[in-house]
């Protein structure tokens, strides 16, 4: 159990931090668009990385060095351009929730741009991969890993199915201004982060 626990802890620590993925999840989740889906695809890509990671995949990302600055320049042309349109949303500052009209798109656009902000993001393969399989081998690996795959079950529904409260805040178009701001400003601080 204690490998349990800490795997929980450290997994939570480590993705609690807003990201472009937890942007994306809460977005949807005040829209209720597709929320299983993208709880679901999130919380399973971060399992199987973990499991890389646990297994010992950290050390072929390290002995194959040209991956890392493929995945870094891939990653930040994807976040700025997630960004830009983010930003294009709230200068165009017409979005207003309204269950009515179900925006959130469809679940095959949902999914495709959950899949790419999970796994085009390098900072995921540094956490789940590296971090997490590096701190597995001092504990029960197959207990952390459980515990850390939870804690990924555990944030992304809450996450998802908590962003409901906020859909009062979210029926003025102010509000979603403020938040595309904010997933804007998100993908452009972490695309600088890769590149800088």
């Given amino acids: 159990m204690e490998a349990v626990f800490a795997g929980f802890g450290l997994g939570l620590s480590l993705i609690i931090a807003i990201g472009a993925q937890n942007?994306?999840?809460l977005r949807q989740g005040i829209l209720r668009a597709h929320v299983f889906a993208i709880c679901l695809t999130c919380a399973l890509s971060d399992a199987a990385l973990i499991a890389a990671g646990v297994a010992g995949f950290g050390g072929l990302v390290q002995a194959l060095?040209?991956?890392?600055?493929?995945?870094?320049w891939g990653g930040a042309v994807f976040l700025l351009v997630y960004g830009a349109r983010a930003f294009w949303s709230a200068w165009?500052?017409?979005?207003?929730?309204?269950?009515s009209?179900?925006?959130?798109?469809?679940?095959?656009?949902?999914?495709?741009?959950?899949?790419?902000?999970?796994?085009a993001n390098p900072h995921v393969y540094l956490d789940t991969v590296v971090l997490l399989g590096s701190v597995s081998a001092q504990y029960d690996a197959l207990g952390f890993a459980l515990g850390a795959m939870s804690a990924s079950f555990v944030f992304f529904f809450t996450l998802g199915y908590?962003?409901?409260?906020?859909?009062?805040?979210?029926a003025r178009p102010g509000a979603w201004r403020a938040l595309d701001m904010f997933v804007g400003?998100?993908?452009w601080v972490i695309a600088a982060g890769l590149v800088f």
């Fill in 65 to 72: 060095p040209w991956l890392e600055p493929v995945m870094r």
């Fill in 185 to 187: 400003a998100v993908m």
């Fill in 162 to 170: 908590g962003a409901r409260l906020l859909v009062p805040v979210f």
């Fill in 101 to 119: 009209k179900g925006r959130g798109g469809s679940l095959k656009a949902a999914l495709l741009t959950c899949l790419a902000l999970t796994w």
């Fill in 92 to 99: 165009r500052g017409d979005e207003a929730l309204e269950a």
């Fill in 23 to 25: 942007a994306f999840v």
